[in-house]
């Protein structure tokens, strides 16, 4: 039976439903209860009321594909759910690969929960080397950060601005957990995709072993504890070797991939059961792969031709941003008439009255801060000084006078965002000035987005040292969001915004 995505699903006698879920693949909701139904009910053997709801399912995926474009506005999780339902044709499946997974960027969440069903999506459509540079890229580099448990939330280029073990950022979520649960779906993606692993009958009285390689891996091996005992197994494509250990009590499949290799020599257990063909019934000739059936309790080995090395590679599609930090500076601190703002500049609570000095640049349609929590809406102007010689304060104007005002844009909470509205496409740097004003060895980090499909443009940065000042220019595209998120400190501050 297929695996229902992460949404709940209540079936009511006059079969509609209600459904919630966080992200949405809303119009396949229905036909996929329709079809697990089906499935239920056939195995029940009400070959009837199966028909009946077949021919519901059908009619109900028919309206969906009335509508050519009734995906084109999912992102990568809607995408993933949706694949998920395998009711896509492949066609379709083609589609949103390339729009939504093909970019190595875009189809890491920040959520390794998230991140689990995206390998499920991975695996329906076959993109395995995908799937597996995207296991290397959020679990691995959980591993290289120090971690040896699963986190709540990761992003990997927090190990080019973090120590190994250090603070890691905070994010929406809150206080993020390095020791959470729901970012272990790998483990049972990898058992069950990638080792081969799975039960086709329950407690494993039955079972497959089915590992998957790409172009990426040449061997596999794992165990699974079962009701029966310890299932072990272990495939070797570059020396032609399999190993099977099956309990009492379980029978086995064991599936060698063929690739591109023609049907070659195969024995099991030292007995030759595959020369140019099949010698015996218990051998499967599929076009993609050879399905050795009823292998019974015992240790098993298995010899077959090696593959050729040329088949495989090691090499990962790049990593492509379209956004980028230029410069950092910490000596200019607040006179920033001279170096930042020719274009515009927002200086952030800076007038008397808590509003903020602003000069926008035309190209500039909007900007919108905004925080999440203690409380909806814009986050709060902190005035740590209404009066002050002190020069790491931003100059109230471009002529770098004083007195000054000691002020920013903050939270108490673990982060906030602001979008620049961009009036047309073209490339702008944006310069942000932080000030540690109590020196009290505050740190954040910045995520940079597409601020209309929300798609991550750069690779997270890190505010820390500036109880001096510290100013981060980045170079864009295209309308911006940034989210500011907390590391150490009591709150997440941002003095001003500069554009060139």
């Not at 995906?71 to 729009?99: C, K, M, P, V």
């Not at 790998?186 to 790409?214: C, D, M, N, Y």
């Not at 102007?381 to 020069?391: A, L, P, V």
Request: glycine residues 6%; charged residues 20%; positive net charge.
């Amino acid at each position: 039976m297929r695996e229902i995505p992460h949404y709940f699903l209540f079936a009511i006698s006059d079969l509609t439903f209600v459904q919630a879920s966080n992200t949405l693949a809303r119009p396949l909701i229905f036909p996929l209860v329709l079809w697990t139904l089906l499935e239920i009910i056939t195995q029940r053997g009400n070959k009837e009321l199966a028909a009946k709801y077949a021919r519901y399912a059908r009619t109900k995926l028919a309206e969906v594909n009335q509508d050519p474009l009734w995906h084109s506005n999912y992102s990568i999780h809607a995408a993933a759910d949706a694949i998920n339902t395998g009711l896509l044709t492949n066609s379709i499946q083609e589609t949103l690969f390339n729009r939504e997974f093909k970019d190595r960027v875009n189809r890491l969440s920040i959520s390794p929960f998230n991140q689990y069903f995206i390998l499920q999506s991975l695996a329906t459509m076959d993109k395995w080397d995908e799937a597996l540079t995207s296991v290397n890229d959020m679990w691995g580099e959980m591993i290289r950060y120090g971690g040896t448990t699963t986190f709540e939330v990761f992003r990997p280029s927090w190990n080019q601005i973090i120590s190994k073990n250090d603070a890691v950022p905070n994010s929406q979520c809150g206080i993020v957990s390095l020791c959470h649960p729901w970012g272990a779906g790998v483990a049972k993606w990898l058992t069950e995709q990638i080792l081969g692993l799975s039960p086709t009958s329950p407690g494993f009285t039955t079972f497959r072993f089915a590992p998957h390689f790409g172009t990426k891996l040449t061997s596999v091996s794992g165990s699974v504890n079962t009701p029966k005992g310890t299932i072990s197994a272990k495939m070797d494509l570059s020396k032609g070797t399999a190993e099977l250990h099956c309990p009492q009590g379980t029978t086995g499949s064991i599936e060698i991939p063929r690739s591109n290799q023609s049907l070659v020599k195969l024995t099991l257990d030292g007995k030759v059961i595959v020369t140019s063909s099949p010698t015996t019934d218990q051998v499967l000739v599929l076009p993609d792969r050879l399905v050795i059936t009823n292998i019974q309790p015992g240790k098993h080995s298995l010899q077959f031709t090696p593959f050729n090395s040329n088949q495989f590679r090691t090499t990962a599609d790049p990593l492509i941003y379209s956004a980028k930090l230029v410069s950092t500076d910490k000596t200019t601190q607040g006179n920033w008439s001279n170096k930042y703002g020719k274009d515009g500049y927002i200086l952030l609570g800076a007038n008397q009255d808590g509003t903020d000095e602003s000069a926008l640049p035309t190209y500039v349609k909007s900007i919108d801060f905004f925080r999440a929590f203690p409380k909806p809406g814009r986050p709060d102007t902190t005035i740590w000084d209404s009066q002050t010689n002190d020069k790491r304060a931003l100059a109230p104007s471009r002529l770098n006078q004083f007195p000054r005002r000691a002020t920013c844009l903050s939270n108490n909470d673990q982060t906030m965002t602001f979008s620049v509205w961009f009036k047309n496409p073209a490339k702008h740097r944006i310069t942000l000035y932080f000030v540690d004003w109590k020196k009290s060895g505050s740190r954040s980090d910045i995520e940079m987005f597409d601020a209309d499909t929300l798609k991550m443009i750069a690779p997270v940065s890190m505010v820390k040292d500036h109880q001096n000042g510290l100013y981060l220019t980045y170079e864009t595209k295209q309308s911006t969001k940034f989210r500011l998120n907390k590391i150490r400190g009591e709150l997440v501050t941002l003095s001003g915004i500069f554009f060139d």
